[in-house]
């Protein structure tokens, strides 16, 4: 259950970044033994899902520094709800 909200995240992010949702783009086949593409490519670009994968990332950060910096560090530090 820990990484569920972030997989949620993740999840939400490809959902509001669907083509074929939002801008109307679908792949059509002009015969039937040619292979459907997909239109799963990468693209860099603005949208409206840009504010979610921010998100995404700096919470995956935040987890991965939590593997990486000891806990005990942390709470000397004060960085931690922890007492």
């Not at 979610?52 to 004060?78: D, F, H, N, Q, T």
Request: charged share 15%.
């Amino acid at each position: 259950m820990y990484y569920g909200p972030l997989l949620m995240m993740f999840n939400g992010y490809w959902v509001m970044d669907n083509l074929q949702i939002f801008d109307n783009v679908s792949n059509f086949k002009e015969h039937k033994t040619d292979h459907m593409a997909s239109g799963h490519t990468i693209q860099f670009r603005i949208t409206q899902s840009t504010p979610m994968l921010y998100i995404c990332l700096i919470a995956s950060g935040m987890m991965i520094m939590k593997w990486v910096i000891p806990e005990r560090l942390l709470i000397l530090k004060g960085m931690t709800m922890k007492t």
